[in-house]
């Protein structure tokens, strides 16, 4: 943890202020300058930058408005990175109104069969992200298209994805979300979480995590 002046002073105060960043990026895995009002997800993701097993500090910087800025609870996800699929069916058989969310993490041609014949056989209504677009045949009946490319499209697909019971990210990286998708979905929607190596980006809370080939 580190302290640093007000963000509005940074450009102009010259006493005693060190680009900390680039002082410490060589020696950390990562690094969060934590700002309001996205306190909640910046912290969420630092902690799962602690928990995610790879060697190194995570810094936290901390300006003077985040110091002094209200204090509220915030309850930090700690899903099982290997759970076993048994707990995964439990989720998808007690949810009513599933959704299914894929990135651009594989795009081969095996993981967009096997998709499409696991979409097949639960009927889930699916979402890609634009740049996985076309990972599913868009004229197929549980396709909700590709978002990031119109704000109308993408407005009636957040609609659909805030009246779920539970969301599946498959390869998701927030990397591929347009601003006005973030954070991306409602905090007290579960979410089960797909990939082969993890995304501790993802700014809402996972329900579980399951890791290793989406194949």
Not at 14 to 38: A, E, G, M, V
Not at 168 to 173: E, K, M, N, W
Request: with cysteine.
């Amino acid at each position: 943890l580190i302290s640093q002046i007000s963000s509005e002073l940074y450009p102009i105060y010259t006493h005693q202020i060190i680009d900390q960043k680039n002082l410490f990026l060589p020696i950390c895995k990562t690094f969060h300058s934590l700002k309001p009002p996205h306190l909640e997800h910046q912290l969420r993701a630092s902690f799962r930058s602690v928990t995610d097993g790879k060697a190194g500090p995570v810094i936290l910087e901390i300006t003077k408005e985040v110091a002094t800025h209200p204090c509220h609870d915030i309850v930090f996800d700690s899903p099982p990175v290997h759970a076993s699929f048994l707990e995964e069916i439990t989720l998808l058989r007690s949810a009513r109104r599933p959704v299914l969310f894929v990135g651009a993490e594989d795009l081969s041609i095996g993981t967009s069969s096997a998709l499409t014949e696991w979409i097949n056989k639960i009927n889930i209504p699916t979402v890609t992200t634009y740049r996985a677009k076309g990972i599913l045949d868009e004229t197929h009946a549980w396709s909700l298209g590709a978002c990031g490319l119109s704000p109308v499209v993408d407005k009636h697909q957040q609609q659909f994805i805030q009246q779920a019971d539970l969301l599946i990210t498959v390869g998701l990286d927030p990397v591929e979300l347009r601003p006005n998708w973030l954070p991306g979905w409602p905090s007290s929607l579960p979410v089960l979480n797909i990939s082969a190596c993890g995304q501790p980006d993802i700014l809402a809370p996972f329900q579980l995590d399951l890791r290793g080939p989406i194949q």
